[in-house]
């Protein structure tokens, strides 16, 4: 089933605690985005069916307290939301984005809750699944932007800033995605402009053959 915009969308207030959240076994159950966007080309104009989309793709990610390696945007998947919903709320929520959603998620793994990294067993092991954002606002104001900061970066310098192994494997799965993906020739628009002074920026993509308009 096609998942639809989540109620939470339009809340002044991240969610806060676990009573709804979903578990399979011993796993917490976690759903994330990779938020990314196709930079304008020299001409111009921007698509997805040329031999240098990796080239000008970047993707968004967050920063957290005491850390300077980055994240991307995930969460615990509540039993209120499709699969779609919770990694479309964990993007505005804790990035302040909205955009379209991939239809097939970039995979799934198997990883510890940041307070569990140095435990031992299954304590604290979540399976998340990750798909991909395309992009279509960037919100000024966000529910956690206290705690997470932003920044737009080029795939490529995004692997030395990942926290974690399995984020950098999905951004290969992302690669992977946008090039079947360019085979259809889906074309973004030229970019809007957002934050100039940060070097933030962004695209308003249409929605693909296969996608799901989230927001």
Not at 64 to 85: A, H, M, V
Not at 178 to 191: E, H, I, N, Q, Y
Request: proline residues 6%; contains cysteine.
């Amino acid at each position: 089933m096609a998942p639809s915009s989540p109620p939470s969308m339009n809340m002044a207030c991240a969610r806060q605690g676990r009573l709804r959240q979903r578990y399979e076994g011993c796993y917490r159950l976690v759903s994330g985005c990779i938020p990314y966007m196709i930079k304008e080309d020299g001409e111009n104009r921007s698509s997805l069916q040329d031999d240098h989309v990796l080239e000008r793709l970047q993707v968004l990610m967050i920063s957290t307290p005491k850390r300077s390696d980055l994240i991307f945007p995930k969460g615990g998947w509540e039993d209120d939301e499709s699969i779609g919903e919770a990694a479309c709320r964990e993007a505005f929520e804790e990035a302040g984005v909205k955009g379209v959603l991939s239809g097939t998620p970039l995979g799934e793994w198997i990883f510890k809750s940041k307070s569990k990294q140095n435990s031992c067993g299954l304590e604290g092991a979540c399976k998340g699944f990750m798909y991909a954002l395309q992009v279509t606002e960037l919100l000024e104001s966000w529910p956690e932007q206290t705690t997470h900061g932003r920044r737009w970066v080029p795939v490529e310098e995004a692997y030395g800033l990942c926290r974690y192994d399995w984020m950098r494997e999905a951004l290969d799965k992302l690669k992977e995605q946008l090039l079947f993906t360019a085979g259809d020739d889906l074309s973004v628009s030229p970019p809007l402009e957002l934050e100039s002074s940060a070097g933030l920026y962004m695209v308003m993509p249409p929605v693909a053959e296969g996608a799901v308009a989230l927001c």
